[in-house]
């Protein structure tokens, strides 16, 4: 059954920085080839970090060089919020970044899922301080619930992504235009720009379909162009979502939206079924 087209391919050269719009995109077990392939790595806290934590980050932009194939990824171009750039492979990005967000970072490649050090998470010392952590990273008021942490990948636990990738929880990301059209509705003065979410597939549905309609898609197979998916589970929404990008302003009231009339969820989760190509136009189909 067809549900819409593909209106939109991304992908995203460094974690929690603007990524870049593509054509088409050949599609592996990683999802689109570079995605996420660099992060950084706060080596005062001891791991790696994104805008959750940096949201300036989120005033970066970064472009690949060079195009990414198989396990090899490619220097990102990172352009600075003052418009300077830097190579993501020089001594002067990690030094560039560590004056922008005031502390020591270090800047990797996507590492070996053997690498375990470097993707674990450096939890609170005292048991009692994670509800607060919790609450800042997902940018929830004391009056909102946290999220269920047991939706997600059990290792994601214990390291800050799954292990040889930079990716929060699953390879790609597929949102519609019928859940931003849906949150506005609710929120007509806040800008629910589809770059506040970092998508993979923006998803434009047949019909003038309207409301969080990926969520009744988690654990079905899809078909996007030559590509087979499976959906995982519902993107659980935290304070990225309300921080100022380009011309995108700080807005609270995206993320209250989306607690309030989205069950925190936006967009959804997949895993790879089937290897293929995804270009502009293709339909996805059930």
Known sequence: MRLG??????RYPVKSMGGEQLQQASVGGLGVPGDRGWALRDET?????????????LRCRARYLSEPAG??????????PDGARVRSDEPGAAQALSRLLDTE???WPRRPPEDREHYRRALPED???LERELRQVFGRLPDEPLPDLGIFPPEILEFTSPLGTYFDAFPLHLLTTSTLGELSRHNPKASFDRRRFRPNFLIELDGGASGFVENDWSGKELRVGA????????VVRCSMTMHPQGELPQDPSVLRTI?????????????????????????VEL
């Not at 087209?5 to 991304?10: C, N």
């Not at 806290?45 to 980050?57: D, I, N, Q, S, T």
């Not at 590509?227 to 519902?234: A, G, H, I, T, Y």
Request: proline residues 7%; hydrophobic residues 45%; aromatic residues 4%.
């Open 127 to 129: 048991p009692s301080d």
């Open 45 to 57: 806290a001891g791991e790696v970090r994104g805008a959750k934590k940096f949201p300036a980050l």
């Open 105 to 107: 970072i270090t800047l």
């Open 71 to 80: 396990d090899n990824i490619p220097p990102a171009e990172i352009t600075l």
């Open 5 to 10: 087209r593909v209106t939109e391919i991304w």
């Open 259 to 283: 607690v309030r009339e989205g069950g925190q969820n936006a967009g959804v989760y997949a895993t790879i079924v089937a290897e293929g190509t995804v270009g502009i136009g293709d339909a």
């Open 227 to 234: 590509l087979r998916v499976k959906v995982e589970m519902p």
